[in-house]
């Protein structure tokens, strides 16, 4: 049976390390390197919910996109949720691995999955390349297989994505035909100028606030925007991240079960709106 | 008939500058101060649908709660959307005018009316209040009439805003019984903690992303969190300084006009989910 | 009769914003780009005496060397000079673009007008050279015909630049024979020890205080130091850039109609000397 | 039996973790606020030895005057020393506690017990007072009973103290008589020159380099110095506060059992001269 | 005979060096506290002449407004100006003291003989008055006997200061009335909005640069400037700290001799005009 | 006789002043660059008594390794026992040089002299190569002619340092096999995570405090530590440093005298131990 070191090692040849940014924090969070490692439970974000999947299904390592902690802690004690996360963790022998920065820029990486999700077809290039591997990068580009309404691929990307309680806001005009997409899973302020620059007709994303949003919009002439649910641009790698890395170890003879969290951890589960009323 | 300097020393009476934060941007953007103003129009945001609002109705002054030029700018040429409003506006001659955090944190101010039009009744206190006075401040807290689940609270607050496409998204328990409530227009993730500390049942703020979102959410025993569109929790403060605008120059024997642009500067215009499709 | 854009390219095509500090602030500071323009005054300072002269000559787009706004701002306001400026030239329909350390480094560039006025004959080249283009710089090194006598060759830049109530003023031995020659238009304290270490026989530039001044000259052996007006020295300047873009323009069959502003913007009107007295 | 928050809340009111420096990272770094603590082992550093001892002798809690992580860290995956500590801990639920310069700073703290472990008798007062506290401080300055030759009282301070491989290094005139002596348990050297104003005739503490050392020497009459290992110094301190937390839990009614570590945790074990080969 | 530390006690109750600046290095740069000091030379600047005098004079203790090393310094070899001062002075056994901004704002100060010298007479205020004492500051402020032209203001001015060969320039209307006059010894930029603020007719200091001398002459309504050499503005106050220094002196018993040097240190030494060649 | 200048110019030929860190003060701190030189004196510390020995012997030029004002000065009065020295020097027309890391990162350099006095035999390498030159860099790496334990290693490197009161301390195994050594003179704290990745068995330096000390040997499987007195580390190289000046100078037909200070600068004078008292 591969041991932690084993799994660290295999997913780390796909999502190198030196390859986040500077702020981030990849890597082993918890666990012992010498420990085995049988099932393997894949989910976005490193919270209560997901713990609890985990120690039911008796996985012995959890890989999530979010770092536990993103900022140094000097403590673990478990008078917060994130020690208490710790604590759960280490008593149950389940590990916790992240690949955040490293897997978005990965070549596939986060938005290749959100870009087939939505239903771009064809090739993929990076909307922000790495500048040693220009294979590499933030972001994806591609294409529709026709042009259809702002409002149709909407309605498709809607569709690909998994359900949020927020759905999927668009800024644009709904009848405008579109056919080139940008996506970024994740936060894709910092790209709105590329995106720009790189002349798509649509630029989804998530977690967009006003100022940016207005201002890009005020702009004329540019993409129009869609911005959906941050868990949910980020869901789609999972699967991508899962089947690897089974394949991967399959290929030298070692037999390891992965699972894909279902778990809703956006934290928003509903809405509330004028035409609730009418 | 009054002077733009004239309007701007009543506007600075009741948001005196000295108030606003020190990286912000308030007072006279553009506008000469011997310049005649008869006709004032309130908005949230300095943009180009807001200016045409005022041109045609033949406004003096625009009266915006965002600033143009937040960071400083060397140009204001009309070679960016900014640069045009601004030719847009003195070729025109009208007056642009910003309170922004000064109008924030005034008695009352931007959050008072948000709290009034989301059905808070009672005396209101401010969330984070100002050091050298605490009857000013960020946010504000208050109570409605009797407790009401969350989702009942929500349908409210979404009945008391104007509409926006992207109407009020919830996280907690839709039926979890609240009654003391804490609002802040615009952006609030900078309260969060505040707003724990204060130990409200629920609040209520725009622009939260999926991290302080769910880092807040995952700390159990906190409030619920509601949020809503940056324009929508704004927009009720303009008719209140309108009003006072008015009133006070009234009291002096002068006759301003003004009027509260309706136009929605929010930028998402439609909204795409899932079951729109089943 | 070509467009504001039109013109703003020629001028950038020969200074480059791109070669501008990074701290500055060059290229178009107001006017909009589709509007027509046929006359452009040159001119050193953006100051109210020089908006008042291209009003009453019918002026389209002034040119200066110095920024109106070197650190942003955040109000145009008509409540300062600068505002009032902005004002007048955009309701008079009058563009603003400045051409400063972008025209400094240009090849020929600002020193290159002032070397000849002082009478630097043959070649000239940069006392700083730029990194990128060895060709373009900061200040540029010359040579006299032949040796004169320090005094007298003050008394030849005297006479070469405009007047000002200051005139020259020089450090060195007057009768020290001088040849090889530094100048630079404007602020010349950081090329102090780049003059230094040329090994000129004298400096020339402007806004030189007594601090570098003095220790400069405490140093033994370097060059004598002439500090004239900052405008002198770079109002050489002026025809040149305006006969180039005339040139360039006349070559493409664009007319346009240039003319140097020959008002004073010197700050210092009049001097008083113990010698007035005797 | 009181749990790890009855036995933090007790630490905490006599070591405040608000008196800590901004740049310490004090109080319980990991184990569950609920549960439940019999036996405390005190040390000054937490390494694997001290894990040990504590596992061995079946201890809830370690109280150690170092921090673990004194800088935040991102990870505690047992690939470091720190991590496997963390995982040991945790497997064993025991909780760990630190207090650092709160205990340094508290009244009695860390140089107290040093003073009295050294001789000094009667009052002691703070070498460096607290600002908002003066009976609070780093370091303390006390008396002995009578002068005696520095070489005597090194010698005394050395019976004091536990014995270490490097034992104590003195800096000044043996003979020179000496009764007036300022103590700093840990790295003195930021207290050097607060010593030297405080007029005592020696300064004792740890950590002192060759240039801090030098330079303090070379200003001539000053104090003399000693220093000592830096666990060496700290080490009395762990008895005083074993001691006072059981008495205060004994008030109440709680019995802990408490006991000192004598691991010995400084790094060297054993030393090499000259004179070893004569 | 009184050593140098006498001496400097003596300086430093009249010119204390708490009061300095921050940034300033004021103080004793080199020489023995024990050494015997019977003449004192007093000079605007620390340069070779100045040194040279001193020795031929047979000081023993050189005061100086300016520092030798405003900036630390690393080494005294002769290989520079100043290190080559620092030999001559040591090998000559002649101290060299400093008071800048200390003596810039003691009361009587720099600018009060500044003042005097301009012919401003009655009661005279800091411009910028010290925080903690009203009666200390930078600047003074003052008035003439009676309203005169701005012109007739400069001319009494030049004859009341020290020749320099640049002598004094003058912005602003020369027929204006003036009696109000700020005045500020050395490079005063720094103050000019303060002399804005106060409200006077004149502002005269030395070191004046074209932009703030330009932005502040546009900005109407503001006091007329006069800028005169660094070195003359400051040349008054030496006979006045001559003169106290020796009366405290002499009050105590003790003799001491001084001189006030009449070395010109001003780094211009002759202009040249166009008007020269008329 | 070569003068000053000439010494200045060989010295700096084989410690290039480039090659020092940016925060280092190194080349000549005083002294005429005309003067002659015949005796130059080689210490680590620029003391009163090295000092001493200079005036003693007559010495023409002090070489120390470390730097009198590493930061700064802007006073080299005597008040301080650093202005004290400058004038002593001075006044008796003895220079001082310094070469501190220039002369550290050199080949040969100041660890190349250690490596040699505690055994190293064969070729050597820099621990932490230059990225310009790798012959060049901090510390050196060698081994000794066969493995031996490491208190054997210990004692050699005792008896091949000079004398200190505190002689050499010790942190692992004793009876652990050594061969392969990294040795750094002066503080080499900086250098820990070096070594270790250097696989070698002991890491040999200076200053080491506390916390790294313990930390670098929690981390289990690296090397073993000697930690020996700062002065000690560095004294093997004057005579290095002292050779190559004659006879360099002697190649070029200049004879100079030289001499190595055996003057202990170690600031610790004796020791006090526990055992001291059985």
New interface residues.
């Given amino acids: 049976m591969p041991t932690l070191a084993d799994i660290v090692t295999e997913l780390e040849s796909r999502y190198d390390p030196r390859w986040a940014e500077s702020w981030d924090?990849v890597?082993?969070?918890?666990?012992?390197?010498s420990a085995e490692v049988r099932r393997i439970l894949f989910a976005v974000?490193p919270?209560?919910a997901v713990a609890e999947e985990a120690l039911d299904w008796g996985a012995d390592l959890v890989v999530t996109h979010?770092?536990?902690?993103?900022?140094?802690?000097?403590?673990?004690?478990?008078?917060?949720?994130k020690?208490?996360l710790?604590?759960t963790l280490?008593?149950n022998d389940i590990?916790l691995f992240t690949a955040h920065t490293n897997a978005d820029v990965a070549d596939p990486g986060v938005s290749d999955a959100l870009a087939r999700a939505v239903g771009l077809t064809g090739p993929l290039v990076p909307l922000s390349p790495s500048a040693d591997d220009p294979r590499r990068g933030l972001g994806r580009v591609g294409s529709l297989a026709a042009p259809v309404p702002l409002?149709e691929f909407?309605?498709r990307?809607?569709?690909g994505?998994p359900?949020t309680?927020?759905?999927?806001?668009?800024?644009?005009d709904?009848g405008r035909h579109v056919q080139r997409i940008a996506v970024s899973g994740?936060?894709g302020d910092s790209l709105l100028a590329t995106a720009r620059a790189a002349g798509v007709d649509v630029f989804l994303t998530?977690?967009?606030?006003?100022?940016p949003?207005?201002e890009?919009?005020?702009?004329?002439d540019g993409p129009a925007?869609?911005?959906a649910?941050?868990?949910a641009t980020e869901w789609p790698w999972l699967a991508d991240a899962a089947y690897h890395l089974a394949s991967a170890s399959a290929a030298k003879g070692i037999t390891v079960e992965t699972r894909v969290s279902e778990t809703v951890?956006?934290?928003?589960?509903?809405?509330?709106?004028?035409?609730?009323?009418t």
Avoid: Q
């Fill in positions: 924090a890597g082993l969070v918890c666990g012992d390197p974000d919270v209560a979010h770092p536990l902690y993103l900022r140094g802690t000097t403590s673990v004690a478990a008078t917060t949720f020690g208490r710790v604590h280490i008593k590990g409002a909407a309605r990307a809607a569709r994505l359900a309680a927020g759905g999927l806001r668009v800024a644009g709904p994740g936060s998530a977690d967009l606030r006003h100022h949003a207005s890009f919009m005020e702009a004329s925007l869609i911005d649910a941050h868990w951890t956006d934290a928003w589960n509903t809405t509330a709106k004028c035409e609730d009323f």
